[in-house]
């Protein structure tokens, strides 16, 4: 036995998916039609990660969510099936969102997703104008770069004791390696420190695919 995280993976991967969550068919049909975009589907969330996010909005009784990053919409879907919640979705892509559209239509659930075509940034600071302190909880998963920009503009959007979740902060590993200094990884790399050493929030990152931290906001 060990007291380190465990990789999961082969035969005890499968067995975790078998017994760890249910996963609602409307979810496993987008699932499969994001599949359908090759590559660029690898940047949608594991249907574990979607549990959890669906499992923290129930045990917050989270109403009014953000979400940054919004791809063909699981994670907002996810989140929208847990509760009578109300999110505004920010993403640059119609295409993709196009895909987000439809499932959310679909699930029921298309008049509680704001959607907003915009870069981040910007829907932050509109935000920023009328709706400080109004979120209970915040989903980043975006470009990389702009991660520091959404961070700190998400802790002036969060309630005090609001959760903000970002996504890929273990980035397959990358940030661990100090060779690798694209970017990406830097910008994460960069995050992740300046987070643990934060005073102003509480810090847990959870090593579900490919790393989630929950930061809690004081």
Not at 67 to 93: C, K, N, P, R, W
Not at 202 to 214: A, F, H, K, Q, R
């Amino acid at each position: 036995m060990s007291n380190k995280s465990i990789g999961l993976e082969g035969a005890l991967y499968d067995y975790y998916c078998s017994v760890a969550f249910r996963e609602a068919d409307v979810l496993k049909e987008l699932r499969a039609e994001t599949a359908k975009l090759g590559g660029p589907s690898a940047m949608q969330i594991g249907p574990e990660q979607g549990a959890f996010m669906a499992m923290l909005v129930k045990l917050m009784g989270a109403r009014h969510i953000l979400e940054i990053g919004t791809f063909t919409g699981y994670s907002a879907l996810a989140m929208a099936l847990a509760g009578d919640v109300q999110i505004i979705a920010s993403d640059v892509s119609k295409e993709w969102t196009d895909v987000a559209r439809r499932f959310w239509s679909k699930a029921g659930v298309a008049a509680r997703i704001d959607l907003r075509l915009a870069p981040g940034a910007e829907t932050i600071a509109a935000l920023s104008k009328d709706k400080p302190g109004h979120f209970d909880l915040m989903f980043i998963d975006a470009d990389k770069p702009s991660y520091d920009t959404y961070y700190e503009g998400g802790l002036k959007l969060l309630r005090s004791g609001g959760l903000m979740l970002i996504d890929n902060v273990l980035w397959d590993g990358k940030v661990a390696d100090m060779t690798a200094i694209d970017d990406d990884t830097s910008a994460l790399r960069a995050l992740n420190a300046k987070i643990v050493a934060d005073s102003r929030v509480e810090i847990c990152m959870v090593p579900i695919c490919d790393g989630l931290s929950m930061v809690r906001k004081k």
